[in-house]
Every structure is written in structure tokens, then in C-alpha cells.
């Protein structure tokens, strides 16, 4: 009972206690501010990730899948399936419409030909093209002036949409928003054409090479098709090197398209024709899944695998040998196709954790140091607990109970300050882009002189040297906040043109905050535990007599 | 307390260094043969080369003696605060081996059988005058609310009749040299000790003061309280019933 009344006396008396509070309060915040921020990016990737390849992605190699249709028909069938979509992934070069002049850029790029109807109902395709009209007055209340948005009519979305371009009747493409080096991107997230160079209504050129399913590379091919529209999904990787074409044009490019084979080893007949052996079925190179909702992404996944399966026997059972499918494909969850996305950032957030929490040490260091000085000036007063009756383990707890007092309170205050800084992070960023306002610098000015005034007087006409030199101090950070706030124009420091979101995540880890207030006790008590030994060793006798 | 006559105690008692009640029953503290050495370094500095003193229930001992003497040290032995050297001899209360105890049986004695009265006051600057008074009744327990309210009762009955009701809330930095003295008093007797050890009570305070303070001693052994008091003033020692001088690490009696 003494030890809780001492500690707590002990808490509230002093300042250096509060200066540990301060202490641990900003470690705390720092913290958690930073893996909150880092936390929010990584779910804000993962949502953008997940966007455009749906909850399970089906792979096959060079070869395709033959009969796609039917095993979409399969997999609609399927009750944790809600849609499924056919797609073909290949590589190929984009010829740019800029700049002037014959000679024009080259993009390389990741062709991703879709059936736009399925693959909007899969991914978040509709919702993730740049260019549209506000969808409402609220929207376009919220876009700056000159936003090329404010000026279109519903026919750019309905040719993203439809990948096909409404005034002419020609297959499109939509392009990610920075395969482009036309677009852009502004503070408020939004684009602008660079150079004039919009890109809806440019033509481009994509070349690719078909490939047979025996791995042989045939002459490269190409198309010109109009761009659309363009797309903007988040993520980096996504927004620089993908474009968007119909599934049927990107067939017939790669001779992917159903076709008829003839025996080429054969004799050609009176006519010159070679014996027909079949026709080989079109195929796709992925197929996207939805799951239904409320069904998890890994269960999708087995029902998949299984569907897979089955089609697989049924296709061995066929007499047809020509539309035979792998008898293996690649079937992931959305998480675990972007493991190669998440996985560095996923690293990066656990390495700044580890990182920012050797600030505990410190903060350890800094509670022991505290507490070191109060043990030897409070020596006396342990010699006083123990000629009254108090234990060496009394004494121990009341050091203990002090650093727990201190890490409790720190650290909610650390809590609360990281909360407030979370919460209101946007806002702070948005201030510091701005130049600092004139009551702000006017403000510390006038602090300033203030604390000249403050520093002669306790200097010159009090003789004081200890109050003269932390009010110098205080002149002298002041004067350096003002200057600063002076030539304060404006930082951009959470740019969207590198990271890609244009807000800044503002939702506290409270999972993780949780574990750096238990850290930040820990430490407190860790740090209080040296000290509180040394107290408990306390000679009563020689504390008495010399303390 | 404040109103306790300031006229000597029995004049009568007996001053041959023996307890009055020796014939009759045993001391309730005793220190037998003790021996205490301290170390600076390489240095040994022999303190108490055998003291022995034998304190009788009720008894006032005044222990004369020299600065330097080791009058503080055997306060300090027989108060618990200390052990004599390793096997050298004994601190008795009540005839039980208080030295030879664990060191919880040691806090326990100084928390309940006796009470410090130091000549520097020695109350802790945090708390207010009424929390230092009740402070050992507040030690000793976990779970101690029922006796803390009974140590918070009988310390403010005690300051009370030091004449300190107006000061339960002030700190001790607010009170005069005699009035810190009386809550260090108040605190030595909150737990009701049967023996109050003083170490020159009076040492840092004017001689009026150091009156009032030696009368609410004297009062308080009326009562039957047993004192133990260590000072180097013949003046001061005189309020006793026994005197007993330390030389040469020795009590001598007379």
C-alpha cells in the first residue's frame, strides 16, 4: 500500500517523471503511426492488387486451356463460384503515338485480352477506368476546374466498357494509366495530358509473337487499335505495363482462335489441299474467379481445383485428341498470385517495426537513467522506508510500480497522440503542402522575443543561470521554428506519383497498437527493474547516515 | 502529548546499570557481547569491540557517549537496522535473537516491536505530515486497507496530541524543526512499538524545543513505553532513568 502511495506521489510531484512520460508517449506514437501508415498501404496494395485478378487465378502454360467455354460453364455451375472469365496474358510492344515525327516510342507491355462483360463482373475493371464523366454532382463537385473529366460524355466509359470504339465500331485498347507517359498525375490524385498528349482517340500499334504449344516462335504480328480509354488500378506495376484488348482479336494475333489442322506430313490431294485432321478449339491462357460472397478465397480455390479435375477426366474420356487441356495449371488465390507484390512490403512494414522498436531501447535506456539519478537523490528516504519496516522487495515494487506507472501512462498517451496524428494525417499532410500560415510564424516570433525578454531577465537582472539558459534555449529553437516556418513553401511529402494512392492511410493498427503499448510497458518496467534493484540494495544504515 | 509535565522521571530509579526490574524479570532488549567493524576499503574501523547493555520493560536508558563513540551504531543494532558481525554477538528482544532472524522476521521487528526516532526527522519530503506519521502502518501488507485506516486513526490521534491537527496536510518542508521532530514521534509510535529508540532527538533543535521534545518522550513513558535514547548531551541524558556511557566500543555502566 505504502509502495503505491509513494509511487504515485512520486509520479505527480516531480517533472523528470514527466519527461519519461513524454519519453515513452512518443516512442509509442512513433510507432504506431508509422505501422498503422505502413499497414494501411499494405491492405490499401492488397485491395488494388485484388481489383484486377479476382479470388482465384487459374495459369496454364504456352498452350492455352482448349474448351475454355465449357469448364466456365463448369465453374459457373459451382457454388462457391459467382462469375468466371476467360483471359490471355502475353507480352508484346506497344508502338506510342508519340512523339511527332515517324519515329515514335516503344512500350513494352503486358497484353491482357479480355472479354470486357465477364471480366468487369470478376475484377473491379468498371469501376477502375480513369477516364468517365462525374458520375454525379457530388463527384464533380469535387474535381478541380480544369479536369478533362468535367468535359466528357458517358461514350469514353462505354468504349472502356466494351473495348471497342463506339464511333467507328473498331476493337480497342485500354491502356493502365502510366504505360503512357502522357498522364499526368496530380496532387488531389487526379491526371492531366502531359504535353497535350491525351491518349483516348490516339491510335497505337502492339506487336506480339504467337507461340505453339510446342514452344516454337512463329513471325511476330501486329495490330493497330485505337486507345479507349485508360485504367487506373493503384498499383504501380499494373498502371505502367498493362493494356487491355478483346479476347477474339488477341486470339486471332497469337492463333489462339479455334482453326483447322491438316497433316502436314501427308500428300496434298488433286486439289493441293492437305488431309483435314481436325480443328483445334480456341483457347485462353488464364481463366479469372469470382468467388461468392461470403465464400473464402482458399475454398473457391479446392472447389476449382477439383472443377479442374473433373474436367481434365472428362476431356481424356473425349475421342478428340486435339483439345486435350494440361493435365496441371497454376491455381492460386488472389493473395497468393501477388506474393511476389505483398511480400516486400509486407517485409518492409515487419523490418520498420523491428527498426523503429529499438527506439525501445532507448526509451529503456532513458527510464533506467531517470531512475538511476532518483534512487541515489531518494537514498535517504529508502533508509527512512526501511527503519519503518519496509522489505528490500517493498522497495523493489515501488520502483517497479513507478516504471509501470510511467510505461502505462506513456504509452496510452503515446495512443492517443499516434490517434490523433492517424486520424487527422491527411489534414497534417495537406498543411505542410501548403506555406505555413502568417499567424503561425507571427505567433512563434512573438514567442520568441518573449523568451529574449525572459532569458535577460533571468540572466542579467536575477543572476539565474539555469532558467537564463533553457529560456536561450527556447529563444533559439523558436527563432529556427520561425525562420523555418518562413521559408516554409510547401512539401509534398506523401507524393501519388510514387506511391500511388493519393490518400495517405489514416486508420490506427489497433492490433498492432495494442502490441507496442504491451512493448512499451515492458520496456518501462525493464528500464525501472536496474534501478529498482540498486534501491532494494540500499544499505539502511549507511542511507541514513550518509544518504 | 504537548501537555506532558517537564519535571524529571523518578529520581528514585536505579542508576547502577542495572535494569530496576532486572531481580524481577528479563530485559525486553537486550545486546549481548556485540561486536560491529566497518570496512572503508582495506581498512577496517572496529566500532563495538563487545558492547553489551541490557534494557528493562518500562526502562528509559539515556546511552552517553562521545561523537565517533558508536552510540548510533548500537542504536542501529538494536533497532534491526543492522547486524553485529558474523557470529559475534546477539540483539534480544523479548529474549528472542532479533540478528539471527531472516530478514523478513528483521522488517517485521522494526515495523511492529520498535520505533526510530532519528535526530534529523527524517520524514519524507512527498508525503504530507499525516502520511509520514501513519507510513509503517501502511508497511507490512498487500492487502492492508482495514489497518491503514486504523494507522491513518491513530496517527492523526497521535499528531493530535503533539499539537499537530492544523498540519495533517503540510508537507514536512512547512514545519518548524520541533514540529518535524513530533511527527517523526508520532510515526515511531503508530504501530504501538513497546520500545522507542531515539538517536539525539534533541541534537538539532534549540533547547526549548529539544524540552518540549524530551517532555513528549517522558509522556509517552509514563505510559510504559520503554526508551532507548542516544545522545553525547549530559543535560539531555539526565531526563532518563539510566545512564550508560559507551567507550572504547563498550558500554560502561555509571
Known sequence: MYAALLSNRYLTSRVIPLIAVG?????????????SVMSGFLDMLKASGRTLIGDVIVSSGIGGIPHYDEWLSDLRALPEVEEATPVIDTLGLLRMPYPSGPSKEIAPVQVWAIEPASFARVTAYGEKIWWRPPADEAARETMLPDDPRLRMDGSILRDGLTLSQGATGKPGIVMGMHVSVGNARQSDGSYRPRFGWFMPGEDVTLTVVPVSESGTISEPRDATFPIVNEVFSGVYDVDKSRVFIPLAQAQQLLRLDAAPLYDTTAEPDAEGNLPLLGTTPARVTKVLIRAKPGVDALAARDAVEASWDAFVAKAARRSDRLGRPPERVSILTWEQQLRD????????????????SIIYIVCAGLILSIFWSIVIEKTRDIGILRSVGASRLGILWIFLRYGLAIGVVGSLAGVGIAWVVVDNINLIHEAIGRDAPRAAWIT???????????????????????PG???????????IVTLALLGHRGTLIWDPSVYYFSRIPSQVDWFNAAITVGGGIVFSVIGAAIPAAKAADVDPVEALRYG | MADAEQTPPDAGTDRSGRPPSASTEPPILAAHEVHRTYRFGQVEVPVLRGASIEIGRGEWVAILGQSGSGKSTLMHLLGGLDRPDAGRGTIEFEGRAVNLGAGRSLDRYRNRDVGFVFQFYHLLPELSVLENACLPGLVGGWFGHARAAAARRRAGELLEQAGLSHRLRHRPAELSGGERQRVAIARALVNGPRVLLADEPTGNLDA?????????IAAQHAEGLTVAMVTHDASVAARAQRVVHLRDGQVVEG
Open chain 1, 23 to 35: 519519453a515513452v508517449a512518443l516512442c509509442v506514437a512513433l510507432v504506431i503511426i508509422v505501422v
Open chain 1, 341 to 356: 507484390l505483398i511480400g516486400p512490403v509486407e517485409k518492409e512494414r515487419e523490418m520498420m517495426r523491428i527498426l523503429f
Open chain 1, 444 to 466: 512563434t516570433c512573438a514567442l520568441s522575443v518573449l523568451s529574449v525578454v525572459m532569458a535577460l531577465r533571468s540572466l542579467v537582472w536575477r543572476g539565474r543561470l539555469l
Open chain 1, 469 to 479: 539558459l533553457l529560456w536561450t534555449i527556447a529563444t533559439v529553437t523558436l527563432g
Open chain 2, 208 to 216: 526549548t524545543t529539544g524540552a518540549s521534545i524530551l517532555d513528549l
